[in-house]
């Protein structure tokens, strides 16, 4: 079975500010797609990143980075210099790499962003 | 047609009537998914279509829910006999072979 746990319920930040979202992941599958998703208030996702399990190779994406460490089956998130836009709720999501690509999700972490 | 699209928006049902919901996918995506979410809690599996098949079913979709989705195209997810449990958001997201999934903006379900 695959879960994924993001242990931060919520952040409260200051614009300007880098934040940095953590997910922890358990899979048995030795291949995979980690994601992240945004869902401002709005309520429709907005699918941001996605890693390929065979890849570690950390990125940046504008303000988007993430770091991605399978040794410690990590896919951390990071938004540099935050705006009030950010706000939303980010969620980490997991799939296998072949077959049906089912989302497994976080319970999400509530990101606010004060102006 | 830029993105999925859902129908209705919001529903309010008191428990025990049926409910249907519309997801219009992506023009050309052949996989389709629904998922459930409930306040406070990340989007969970329910089942998923590749073109017209039902290929896969989560245990939470009890004998009360049903989907389908006719001519691989549009897709319908009933609930018979709705129960306050049912209340959620249900979200329709759909694909293009790859893992990548657009999603549409949810039908919100109160069920009083």
């Known amino acids: 079975a695959q879960k994924v746990t993001q242990a931060q319920t919520e952040i409260s930040v200051v614009e300007k500010e880098d934040v940095t979202l953590d997910c922890v992941y358990e899979t048995r599958d030795t291949t995979y797609y980690l994601f992240w998703y945004k869902q401002p208030p709005s309520g429709e996702l907005v699918f941001l990143i996605r890693r390929n399990s065979f890849d570690e190779q950390n990125e940046i994406s504008g303000r988007y980075s993430w770091n991605f460490q399978k040794s410690t089956s990590s896919f951390n998130f990071t938004i540099t210099a935050s705006q009030v836009v950010d706000s939303a709720v980010y969620f980490c999501?997991?799939?296998?790499?072949?077959?049906?690509?089912?989302?497994?999700f976080g319970a999400g972490t509530t990101v606010t962003v004060r102006a | 047609d830029t993105g999925v699209s859902q129908d209705p928006r919001h529903k309010i049902t008191k428990r025990g009537q049926n409910v249907t919901f519309r997801c219009d996918p992506i023009s050309e995506h052949n996989r389709l998914y629904w998922y459930r979410q409930t306040l406070g809690q990340g989007p969970e599996f329910l089942t998923y279509f590749q073109n017209e098949a039902q290929l896969e079913k989560s245990r939470l979709l009890s004998d009360r829910f049903s989907a389908e989705r006719p001519k691989g195209s549009f897709s319908t997810l009933e609930i018979q006999r709705t129960e306050q449990g049912d209340s959620a958001m249900y979200l329709c997201?759909?694909?293009?072979?790859?893992?990548?999934?657009?999603f549409g903006p949810g039908t919100r379900l109160t069920v009083t």
């Open positions: 997201a759909s694909s293009l072979w790859g893992p990548e999934q657009y």
């Open positions: 999501a997991l799939s296998e790499a072949m077959g049906d690509y089912k989302l497994s």
